[in-house]
């Protein structure tokens, strides 16, 4: 770039008896300025002074002051202003202070785990003497919103998914004119593909755990392109056990042994808990699938002696958390509970705990979504199998589609809310 004389000299009295924390930033805004000096000149074709009346298309009127907080501090641009028209530098966008490096920087941060108010704090650290604010941190985020909805909006026809897992956790947000804070449903669908790779799905936000809502997912994951589902893996709310009833049909379901247990022992007194939980967790040693089944009568009768009140619950639930049987053995650990979509969700936790209360939906989808969008691409680049493509190969071709009705008592999974 061009120094004036005037300009050298002021610039040579800076470098001398100063310090690279004040002469570095000096620099990057003399930078700066000089930029904006040349796009603003080929814009009305004329530099300062220049008297060309037939090429030049406006004149200049003054400047306003803008400040732009950069990786070496906070820096004071001038920006030029027309007569006729308007400017502004292409590589600026208008109402953002901070630049490209540091807005990347701040998005990384706050998906990362790190509050808004520790945002502040990182970005005065690294030069910015006028930090960040909250709603400047949410809306350097809103720039995640589009890759956000790329992925959960993503076609799923590349793949069959024979596994498919189903969870929601909660969050805390504000909805309505009042802005009450309510607790809001994230519903959490993950998929084991032909090649024994795990994908995330998608997610949804919602009121409650509902039939109704759980449709319009799982009807969504559909549309996209979900097929060949052959187990459904999940806990048996109510709401989630109608749904998949009604759109996975001729699919098998799986109860989470894990929740069946919980509900299992509800109706054991505290002091046979153990003991019961102990035959139970009998029942799922790998060995053949007619040993399983002879396990889990063995302890039905042994409940029926001591504890009768729980012999429904194990009967009405037998064929459903027993489901895995039908599936190769290799399989068995990871299908036989929602393990692996309930590790996802405390890592969503973590994060989201840092936030504690969302302002709006949208806001849980940026950032529920962006920490599922880095695990799919962790999956990605690992290139580790959840099951190899040989065992995948072993799950059964499906039979002709069962059509259930509600009218069908043996299609109802157990009645629960875990």
């Not at 306003?64 to 006729?84: E, F, M, Y």
């Not at 973590?350 to 962006?370: E, K, Q």
Request: glycine share 8%; aromatic share 8%; net charge positive.
């Amino acid at each position: 770039m061009t120094l004036t004389h005037s300009g050298a000299s002021e610039l040579a009295q800076l470098m001398e008896g100063t310090t690279a924390g004040a002469l570095i930033p000096e620099i990057v805004r003399r930078g700066f300025q000089d930029l904006l000096e040349a796009e603003v000149s080929a814009a009305i074709g004329a530099t300062r002074h220049e008297r060309c009346p037939d090429e030049r298309s406006t004149h200049r009127n003054g400047y306003r002051q803008r400040l732009l907080t950069t990786q070496v501090g906070d820096i004071s641009l001038a920006i030029p202003k027309l007569r006729q028209g308007s400017f502004f530098p292409d590589w600026l966008e208008p109402r953002r202070r901070v630049d490209k490096a540091l807005y990347a920087l701040v998005m990384e941060a706050y998906t990362g785990g790190i509050s808004t108010r520790k945002v502040d704090a990182l970005v005065e650290a690294l030069g910015g003497a006028s930090g960040i604010s909250k709603s400047e941190v949410s809306r350097i985020c809103q720039g995640l919103d589009e890759q956000v909805k790329a992925f959960l909006g993503r076609t799923l026809d590349h793949a069959r998914f024979p596994y498919v897992y189903l969870d929601a956790t909660y969050l805390h947000g504000r909805l309505g004119r009042n802005m009450q804070v309510v607790s809001r449903a994230v519903v959490v669908a993950i998929g084991i593909n032909a090649l024994g790779y795990r994908e995330v799905l998608g997610i949804a936000v919602g009121d409650s755990e509902a039939e109704g809502f759980w449709r319009q997912f799982l009807g969504s994951l559909k549309e996209r392109g979900l097929t060949g589902t052959r187990l459904v893996i999940s806990d048996a709310h109510l709401g989630l056990t109608a749904a998949i009833r009604r759109m996975f049909q001729g699919s098998g379901w799986q109860r989470c042994r894990v929740h069946f247990l919980r509900n299992l022992l509800s109706h054991v007194p505290k002091a046979g808990q153990d003991m019961v939980a102990a035959a139970m967790k009998a029942v799922f040693v790998i060995q053949a699938p007619d040993q399983v089944r002879g396990h889990w009568q063995r302890v039905t009768e042994m409940l029926r002696k001591q504890f009768p009140t729980a012999v429904p619950v194990m009967d009405a639930a037998r064929d459903d958390v027993l489901a895995f049987l039908h599936f190769p053995q290799e399989h068995w650990r990871k299908v036989w509970s929602t393990n692996p979509l309930e590790r996802l969700n405390k890592v969503i936790k973590r994060r989201t705990n840092v936030v504690g209360i969302f302002p709006n939906d949208a806001a849980i989808v940026r950032l529920v979504g962006s920490q599922l969008l880095e695990q799919q691409e962790e999956w990605q680049l690992e290139r580790r199998r959840f099951f190899s493509e040989a065992t995948m190969a072993k799950i059964p071709e499906p039979e002709e589609p069962l059509e259930l009705t509600d009218a069908d008592p043996s299609a109802q999974p157990a009645a629960s809310t875990s």
